[in-house]
């Protein structure tokens, strides 16, 4: 009697951790959010708090560009209720089938989807447009941010419709922090209308729109710059005399170093991934204003 006793409460036992497991498990992948990017993680929890776990795919110090997605990222990626994407950046494009694949039941929220894109050209096709060559670094823009952070917390609710009330709040309270911010910076910038400043790689692409400059980038077409192209670079910034280009941590520097000697300048690191995205935004703009 006494062995049929002990067999029946290790075996309730035994199914009660079981059963506290796979709910434990069920709750993990309920609370887990991927984002490409560390300035999208920023995003996220200013309007969800500490409600979900927020897997970010391109750590700090990566580029976008030219990240590879680690194997073990694909088991966080199993656990994710949705996917944030960009929308443009070639780390979506090159591994989207497979970071699919490892969560079939994941929603895909593109954050580019109904935005004002800057792109190399554009095709009508009927009720349709083609872009080719979009520029993805919209979350550089306080307008597209502000959209961006209105999907979010569309889809936060959607997730968690009890919380729903509360994502508001926090929303609206981003919403008004953005335009303090972009006050802030037209205010900075409204003498340097048209000014021109020269990068690497183009990540200011949307900031400059916003604010009335004229972005110009060593980088051609993702690719290492040609000789001709570092010509006309070289050529501009002496007609303009332009005495900086910026350039991201994450790109070699070498052909920057060129560049500045060329012209008798010198090289200034931004970081436009920086997850204190607003203070980063307001010290890009300090910086700029500090070399026109």
Same mark, same amino acid.
């Given at each position: ?7 029946? @409460? ?82 979506? &494009? ?62 936060? @609710? ?8 509360? &994502? ?36 200011? @692409? &949307?900031?400059?729109?916003? &604010? ?72 890009? @703009? ?7």
């Amino acid at each position: 009697m006494k062995k049929l006793i002990l067999i029946f @409460t290790t075996a309730v036992l035994l199914f009660s951790c079981s059963s506290s497991k796979k709910k434990s498990n069920e709750a993990e992948g309920k609370n887990v959010i991927t984002v490409s990017i560390l300035p999208e993680k920023t995003f996220v929890k200013r309007i969800a708090g500490d409600d979900f776990e927020v897997n970010v795919l391109i750590p700090p110090g990566a580029s976008p560009a030219a990240y590879t997605l680690l194997p073990s990222q694909l088991k966080e990626i199993a656990n994710s209720a949705i996917w944030f994407r960009m929308g443009y950046i070639g780390f979506e &494009y090159s591994w989207k089938d497979k970071i699919e694949q490892a969560n079939k039941n994941m929603k895909v929220v593109d954050l580019s989807e109904g935005l004002d894109l800057i792109a190399d050209e554009t095709e009508q096709h009927g009720d349709h447009v083609h872009m080719n060559g979009v520029d993805p670094h919209i979350w550089l823009s306080p307008a597209l941010v502000k959209k961006m952070a209105e999907r979010i917390a569309n889809e936060l @609710t959607i997730l968690n419709p009890e919380k729903g009330p509360e &994502y508001k709040v926090n929303y609206l309270k981003f919403v008004k922090e953005i335009d303090q911010l972009n006050i802030k910076i037209k205010n900075s910038l409204k003498d340097y209308q048209g000014k021109k400043i020269i990068v690497f790689h183009p990540s200011l @692409t &949307y900031y400059a729109r916003d &604010y009335g400059l004229e972005q110009y980038s060593l980088e051609s077409g993702g690719k290492e710059p040609t000789p001709q192209h570092m010509k006309e670079v070289v050529d501009l910034a002496k007609k303009e005399n332009i005495k900086v280009i910026y350039i991201q941590s994450e790109f070699d520097r070498e052909h920057a170093r060129v560049f500045a000697e060329e012209i008798g300048g010198e090289i200034i690191q931004i970081s436009p991934l920086d997850p204190a995205w607003s203070d980063n935004l307001m010290e890009i @703009t300090q910086i700029l204003v500090d070399n026109f």
